[in-house]
């Protein structure tokens, strides 16, 4: 089965640009969606298919995909962007989520 | 503005079977996807699997077993059956829309359910 692998956490600056990774084989040729969540809170779809934002999400996220790798950039970050982050992608009509990034606003 | 609202107990007895209902609001269950995401405590999110409006569904391999889910068109709403439950079930239960390809761009708020005698 196909899997995707994130880093634990990632800390960042008050505004810096924070990366967060997605790793998976061959993960550039695959719809990658990224979603927030806040403690207490429902996750949020803040990109989708890559590198486009739904309506009411800042340009400061944005997203990227090829080759091994996703990458969900957060410039200028706030201390609102404090939440997990997890990427997803769908193989053979099965959802696969990776495990999930802390990300910490410093 | 497309809602989604899970309901059902928030307590289940090991060995019985869990029950959710997910009721959409603010637009029609025809011609989409619907899928169950669920929680643990403190852990990640797991896919349970989907239904499409017109009843064709795909499970989690790891849950099939265990798994039913139903759409209900007449009423806008679609269900989650898990049998034979164990305190590993304990966890936020999302509904959400979207289907193979598509992100999850709804979700409900979750529910709680804890698997407890």
């Known amino acids: 089965s196909y899997e995707v692998t994130q880093p634990l956490s990632v800390s960042v600056a008050l505004g810096q640009t924070a990366r967060i990774t997605c790793g998976g084989n061959?993960?550039?040729?695959?719809?990658v969606h990224w979603y927030q969540q806040k403690p207490g809170q429902a996750p949020v779809l803040v990109i989708y298919?890559?590198?486009h934002r739904p309506s009411g999400i800042p340009e400061r996220f944005s997203g990227s995909n090829s080759g091994n790798t996703a990458t969900l950039t957060i410039s200028r970050a706030q201390a609102g962007d404090e939440a997990d982050y997890y990427c997803?992608?769908?193989?053979?009509?099965?959802?696969?989520f990776g495990g999930g990034t802390k990300l910490t606003v410093l | 503005q497309v809602q989604l609202q899970e309901s059902g107990p928030g307590l289940v007895k090991p060995s019985e079977t869990l029950s959710l209902t997910c009721t959409v609001s603010?637009?029609?269950?025809?011609?989409?996807?619907w899928s169950w995401i669920r929680q643990p405590p403190g852990k990640g999110l797991e896919w349970i699997g989907y239904i499409y409006y017109s009843g064709s569904t795909n499970y989690n391999p790891s849950l099939k077993s265990r798994v039913t889910v139903s759409v209900d068109t007449s009423k806008n709403q679609f269900s989650l059956k898990l049998s034979s439950v164990t305190a590993a079930d304990t966890a936020v239960y999302y509904c959400t829309r979207g289907g193979p390809g598509d992100p999850l761009d709804y979700w409900g708020q979750g529910t709680l359910v804890t698997v407890s005698s």
């Open positions: 997803q992608v769908w193989d053979s009509r099965i959802v696969v």
């Open positions: 061959n993960i550039g040729r695959k719809n």
């Open positions: 603010g637009g029609s269950i025809s011609s989409y996807y």
């Open positions: 298919r890559d590198s």
